[in-house]
């Protein structure tokens, strides 16, 4: 399978940073399965940082090596996937002992229908029913040493 990590640096071999802000799925390396999301994190990166230029490093992972591997995997935007997202958006998760979280991104499109939902302003059944729609992107989130093990860099792509 081919990963993709958008960026405004090269990441030939990923890593764990030691300060990292609130995202979906906590601390973590983010990559996606689908290049188009990661083209767009980068160019929002660039944007963002105002540095750097607009780049997608592609990885490749070895299926087996998800068995090897404590993995969460959120099929579809649901409640318990809902739940995990604001715990991490609130920074109130406590780091779990995933060494893979994969599930539907919460990305600009969505974010304010999360942030109606932390707020207070949506239920969840309201703010799921929304989100349905969104066809949201998936994310891979390696939250330790051992998971970016399996990852190996192929090339990385100026956007």
Same mark, same amino acid.
């Given at each position: 399978?081919?990963? =993709?990590?958008?960026?405004?640096?090269?990441?030939?071999?990923?890593?764990?940073?030691?300060?990292?802000?609130?995202?979906?799925?906590?601390?973590?390396?983010?990559?996606?399965?689908?290049?188009?999301?990661?083209?767009?994190?980068?160019?929002?990166?660039?944007?963002?940082?105002?540095?750097?230029?607009?780049?997608?490093?592609?990885?490749?992972?070895?299926?087996?090596?998800?068995?090897?591997?404590?993995?969460?995997?959120?099929?579809?935007?649901?409640?318990?996937?809902?739940?995990?997202?604001?715990?991490?958006?609130?920074?109130?998760?406590?780091?779990?002992? =995933?060494?893979?979280?994969?599930?539907?991104?919460?990305?600009?499109?969505?974010?304010?229908?999360?942030?109606?939902?932390?707020?207070?302003?949506?239920?969840?059944?309201?703010?799921?029913?929304?989100?349905?729609?969104?066809?949201?992107?998936?994310?891979?989130?390696?939250?330790?040493?051992?998971?970016?093990?399996?990852?190996?860099?192929?090339?990385?792509?100026?956007?």
């Amino acid at each position: 399978m081919i990963l =993709y990590h958008g960026s405004n640096v090269q990441v030939p071999e990923p890593r764990l940073l030691k300060i990292q802000r609130d995202l979906d799925f906590g601390k973590g390396f983010y990559t996606t399965s689908d290049y188009e999301q990661a083209k767009s994190w980068a160019l929002r990166t660039v944007r963002i940082r105002n540095a750097g230029s607009a780049l997608v490093s592609c990885y490749e992972i070895d299926d087996n090596a998800l068995s090897k591997l404590n993995v969460l995997r959120f099929a579809k935007a649901d409640l318990a996937w809902l739940e995990f997202v604001a715990s991490n958006r609130k920074g109130s998760a406590s780091q779990n002992e =995933y060494d893979l979280v994969i599930g539907p991104v919460a990305n600009d499109q969505t974010y304010p229908t999360i942030l109606l939902y932390l707020d207070g302003f949506l239920d969840a059944e309201s703010t799921i029913r929304q989100l349905l729609p969104q066809k949201l992107k998936d994310q891979w989130t390696f939250k330790t040493e051992l998971s970016l093990s399996f990852l190996k860099c192929r090339e990385i792509k100026q956007v």
